[in-house]
């Protein structure tokens, strides 16, 4: 995993489109753009009401290439872990139901994982919902929100997620 996930969009980018920075190492498998692709994707399934979790890995029979976990945390805010990929449905539809949104990606690192073809990323996105104004007064929103993850290279799985 990437020990850092901190930074912000490109000096005078006048798009929303992500700063990408490629470490050295980078799997040929699964490129920069295509991690980009199926977060972006994810993303947008979550915003449209979508079901969000047919973007992770299935659970193949090895730990290291199917779904591990989600995790999501913030100031206040009770953390959550799912370990078992069936539950992210659920979790999704109710994060969903009360409003949550997320912002594009701002900012997308994306590294080699280990000994199969996986791509560890880090990201920067902005969460924002009616529930989590008692947190921040403006717009109910908790501003950049830093994480990082895994992608499985062969299906194109989100393997891990955790902001």
Known sequence: MLAGCSGSL???ATDHSPAVALLPGAPTSCSDGEV????TDFIGAFNRGDDPA????????????????YSASGRGLA??????RKDLAA??????????R??????????????????????????????????DPIEGTLGQTQGKGALNCKDRGILVFTM
């Open 54 to 69: 047919r973007f992770f890995a299935p659970l193949l029979g090895g730990y290291s290439t199917g779904f591990q976990w």
């Open 79 to 84: 953390s959550v872990r799912i370990y078992e």
């Open 102 to 135: 997320w912002s594009e990606l701002n900012l997308l690192h994306v590294a080699e994982g280990q000994s199969y073809p996986r791509a560890d990323f880090g990201f920067s996105i902005t969460r924002s919902a009616p529930d989590l104004a008692m947190l």
């Open 36 to 39: 980009r692709q199926v977060l």
């Open 10 to 12: 490109t000096p005078g």
């Open 91 to 100: 979790y999704f539809a109710w994060r969903q139901s009360v409003g949550e």
